[in-house]
């Protein structure tokens, strides 16, 4: 793993840009994600007719089993996809600064760039159009392409690269959960982790929470700094 900055030559064979949305296009300190952790809460209190605190371990509890709160909601408790998408979803995307210089580093990637999330594809495009870089991008992978099956399922991964046709060994893949870089990094994709800002004071709590050595190669805090970094003359 390397936690210093990449060179181009490291890059050079790629071809095919793969991110997440939450945390990784957008910055963790945004604190965008909190407003959607917030209406999750909600939605689960309502639904179980049970108090914040008791409906929040219950969220906690279910995206720690089935890889997402929804699976879990949809599991035990026949709960409509869509209904819990839409809602959970109706945040303040003013929160969110546009970001051109991030912009102008993903126009610029050679190839095709993908947005791979496990929230909904109106979510990603509302997310991405407030930043500026919706229009960077040639496909939007959602939970609902999925079949509401979540990152990091190995399943997940298959229907991604196989309705876009990906090749692997020429793909990168860009985001802020190590767990979700684990198939990718046995495809063969090159991985980066995205780590919140001036992530030196995380990093051993990344590292006593995930075994990261065998999935990441590369760990930054800065996106668009890192991609300028493997595109010479931006």
Not at 44 to 57: C, G, I, N, T, W
Not at 122 to 132: D, F, I, N, S
Not at 161 to 181: G, I, P, Q, S
Request: net charge negative; glycine share 6%.
């Amino acid at each position: 793993m390397n936690v210093h900055a990449p060179k181009p030559s490291d890059f050079a064979h790629v071809r095919e840009w793969v991110f997440d949305l939450d945390n990784t296009l957008y910055p963790h300190h945004s604190n965008l994600f909190s407003q959607i952790d917030v209406a999750m809460t909600g939605y689960v209190s309502e639904l179980l007719q049970v108090p914040r605190d008791e409906a929040r371990k219950v969220q906690k509890d279910y995206y720690k089993q089935y890889g997402t709160t929804l699976a879990g909601l949809m599991q035990r408790h026949d709960v409509d996809p869509d209904d819990f998408l839409e809602k959970v979803h109706d945040i303040d995307y003013s929160w969110l600064d546009p970001d051109p210089a991030l912009g102008d580093a993903i126009r610029a990637l050679p190839g095709r760039k993908f947005i791979f999330t496990n929230g909904d594809k109106g979510h990603a495009e509302r997310a991405a159009r407030q930043l500026g870089i919706l229009d960077h991008f040639d496909e939007i992978f959602d939970i609902v392409a999925a079949d509401l099956v979540p990152k990091p399922a190995g399943a997940t991964y298959d229907k991604f690269r196989a309705l876009h046709r990906v090749d692997c060994t020429r793909a990168a893949m860009f985001e802020d959960l190590a767990r979700n870089l684990t198939v990718p990094k046995q495809l063969g994709m090159k991985t980066v982790l995205i780590v919140p800002r001036n992530f030196e004071a995380a990093f051993s709590e990344i590292w006593e929470r995930d075994d990261v050595d065998d999935q990441v190669d590369h760990v930054t805090d800065d996106l668009a700094g890192f991609l300028r970094a493997i595109l010479p003359g931006l």
